[in-house]
């Protein structure tokens, strides 16, 4: 299988997302890495046992001096105290304003890779290595670096762009299932928003992603990829069309918020609030049973939750509606939904506090 780059398109500031197979074993040979003094690899406990060995060696020929840090792993740990010990370890291995910070892992260790990257030192360049199916359709690309507040999901961070993001498909190989499914959950989100032609094929190969199905995945990865270039290049700090990129984020983000960060996968949270939205735009007359059926089977079909849980065992609707209303979105306290206006349109609109609420009674348990 050959190399496939897809441009991010932001003038100065555009980069590539290389995705091919073996790139880790030789991270320089497709494409210049950014010049530094010193690089610090980003990685957690079950990642590093993978993959850091391949990565040390790929950089050791490419800078001075190559150090890691090792994070705990997990949703719960992305936080300032776990943010600091990225800061620790730059500063206790003296990184300088040309170090390099490589984020390898998932959507958690590059959030936070990026958010250090662009604090440190007022802002240093950094790669994404990104390991998980999540992390390659979505987080690595585009710049939103964040850590998690315990009253909202990725409340604290700053747009702040990678120089290069690297997806080696090798990787996906190790991933459990229940991730896997995780990333497709983001990889779906693409269809109702933008591109239905994608859903359509989405639905014709699922067993194929499923199966881990190389030709499958890399297909994924590079469309994921190209639609969210498109948005990412219009609108980078998401002043209006990026917003669509966060389709079922808003009952999703309150899931995770209200389970407790890890309970449930980003993923899945993403999988039952893709539901939920399309069931709100349908009782707003924005699309029909049919497509909310379609939606739902194919979320099902990748094993990914349909229904919410119950957060709140009195007054559920409202600690949704609690949560929501802290969501990024959010205009003086009133909640703006990703609704999709007809399959493969998104908007972004307000909605009465008693449909919403009709909405969750509904599809929660
Ligand atoms: P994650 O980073 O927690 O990774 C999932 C699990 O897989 C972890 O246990 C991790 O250690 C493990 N793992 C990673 N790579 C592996 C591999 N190759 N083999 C075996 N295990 C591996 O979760 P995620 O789903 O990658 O990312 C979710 C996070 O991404 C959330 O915090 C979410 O808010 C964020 N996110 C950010 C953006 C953005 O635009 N910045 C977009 C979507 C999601
Ligand atoms: N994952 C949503 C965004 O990047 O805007």
């Not at 936080?79 to 998932?106: C, M, P, S, Y």
């Not at 069931?279 to 229904?307: C, H, N, Q, W, Y």
């Not at 205009?331 to 206006?341: H, Q, S």
Request: hydrophobic fraction near 45%; charged fraction near 25%.
């Amino acid at each position: 299988m050959s190399l496939v780059s897809v441009e991010i398109p932001l003038d100065e500031r555009s980069y590539f997302i290389d995705i091919g197979e073996g790139l880790l074993n030789d991270l320089n040979a497709n494409r210049a890495l950014p010049k530094g003094t010193s690089a610090l690899i980003v990685t957690n406990e079950t990642v590093a046992p993978l993959y850091v060995g391949k990565l040390q060696d790929a950089l050791k020929g490419q800078y001075r001096a190559v150090h890691t840090v090792i994070l705990p792993d997990g949703e719960e740990y992305k936080t300032w105290q776990t943010l600091q010990k990225i800061f620790d370890a730059l500063l206790e291995n003296g990184a300088d304003r040309k170090a390099v910070l490589f984020a390898l892992g998932g959507g958690v260790i590059g959030d936070m890779t990026g958010f250090a990257a662009a604090s440190y030192m007022r802002g240093v360049p950094f790669v994404q290595v990104p390991t998980t199916l999540l992390a390659q359709v979505d987080s690595s690309v585009g710049g939103k670096t964040a850590i998690n507040h315990p009253l909202g999901k990725n409340m604290i961070g700053a747009f702040y762009q990678p120089q290069l993001v690297v997806c080696d498909l090798d990787t996906l190989d190790t991933l459990p299932g229940r991730e896997l499914a995780a990333g497709i959950g983001e990889i779906i989100k693409y269809g109702p928003i933008y591109d239905m032609e994608f859903f359509s094929w989405l639905e014709a190969n699922m067993d194929a992603l499923l199966q881990r199905d190389r030709a499958a995945l890399a297909h994924a990865v590079k469309r994921s990829c190209e639609i969210k270039a498109w948005v990412v290049g219009q609108d980078e700090r998401e002043s209006g069309l990026r917003a669509i990129l966060n389709f079922g984020h808003t009952f999703g983000h309150a899931i995770e918020a209200g389970m407790g960060y890890g309970a449930w996968l980003h993923g899945e949270g993403v999988a039952a609030g893709m539901v939920m939205a399309a069931e709100l735009s349908k009782r707003l007359g924005m699309v029909d049973e049919a497509f909310v059926l379609r939606l739902r089977t194919v979320i099902e079909r990748a094993g990914l939750p349909v229904r919410g849980p119950r957060i709140d065992a009195d007054d559920n609707a409202g600690r949704y509606l609690q949560l929501m209303r802290i969501d990024k979105k959010s205009e003086a306290g009133e909640i703006r939904f990703v609704l999709i206006d007809g399959p493969g349109k998104a908007v972004m609109r307000p909605a009465p506090d008693a449909l919403v609420r009709d909405v969750i009674d509904a599809c929660c348990d």
